[in-house]
C-alpha cells in the first residue's frame, strides 16, 4: 500500500510518519501532483495559521489538486480546517471540501484549547473499535460548528463537530497520532478503508 503525507511546509509530519510506522506501514512526504495522486492513502496534516498554509497550498498547486482526489484522504487538524469552505483564522477561503465553516472559540473558554477531550456521536468506519466519549489530544483555537458532516462531535464550551466526513474525504481535529492507543487505531482503520469513488 502507498501512503503519501502531503509535505507543503505546515504541519508536524514527522510525528505521523512515524505513528505510521507503529502500525507497520510505510509512508512517503510529498507534494508531487502525480506521487498523491497515485497514492491509495494520502494524510493531510497541518499545524500553523491557516491563510499562510493556503498560500503555501497555492505556492505548489496543491490547492487544486486536493479537492479532485478519489482515494481515501485523511485531514489531521489545520489539514482539516482547511478543507472546509471557510476559516475565520485570517480571513480565509478554504478548499470547499466539506461545506462548513470554522469559527474562533468565545474567548469565555481558554484558548486554545490543548490536552485530551473526549470524543462522541461517533458515525464512521474510522471509529470502527473506538469507544463513545473516548480520549483524543487536541491543540486548536478554531472549532468547526455541528454540520451534516459530523462524524463526531466534542464539548469544549459548546459542541463542535471534531471529525468530518464527505465521500473520500475525512478529517479529524485531534491528533490520531499523539492520541495513544486510540489515535493509533483511527489511523489504522483510516489505511484500511478499501472505499474509492
Known amino acids: 500500500m502507498k501512503i503519501v503525507i502531503i509535505n507543503y511546509g505546515a504541519g508536524n509530519i514527522q510525528s505521523i ?13 510529498s507534494h508531487d501532483e502525480e506521487e498523491i495522486r497515485n497514492a491509495d492513502k494520502v494524510i493531510f496534516p497541518g499545524v500553523g495559521e491557516a491563510s499562510s498554509a493556503m498560500e503555501m497550498l497555492k505556492a505548489t498547486g496543491l490547492d487544486k489538486v486536493i479537492p479532485t482526489l478519489k482515494q481515501p484522504v485523511l485531514g489531521i487538524c489545520l489539514g ?19 461545506d462548513c465553516d470554522v469559527l474562533k472559540f468565545d474567548a ?12 462522541e456521536n461517533l458515525k464512521s468506519a474510522i ?11 487536541l491543540v486548536h483555537s478554531y472549532y468547526v460548528s455541528l454540520n451534516n458532516e459530523a462524524i463526531a462531535t466534542t464539548q469544549y464550551g459548546i459542541t463542535y463537530a471534531s471529525a468530518l466526513q464527505e465521500k473520500n474525504f475525512y478529517g479529524v481535529q485531534f491528533h490520531p497520532e499523539k492520541s495513544s492507543k486510540a489515535g493509533a487505531k483511527i489511523l489504522e482503520n483510516f489505511l484500511k478503508l478499501e472505499v474509492q469513488y
Open 108 to 119: 469565555t473558554e481558554k484558548v486554545p484549547q490543548i490536552g485530551w477531550n473526549q470524543i
Open 80 to 98: 482539516m480546517q482547511l478543507m472546509c469552505r471557510y476559516c475565520e483564522e485570517g480571513d480565509t477561503k478554504g478548499l470547499g471540501i466539506f
Open 127 to 137: 471509529f470502527e473499535g473506538i469507544n463513545e466519549k473516548e480520549y483524543m489530544y
Open 17 to 29: 510518519k512515524f505513528a505510521i510506522q507503529r502500525l507497520g506501514y510505510e509512508a512517503v512526504l
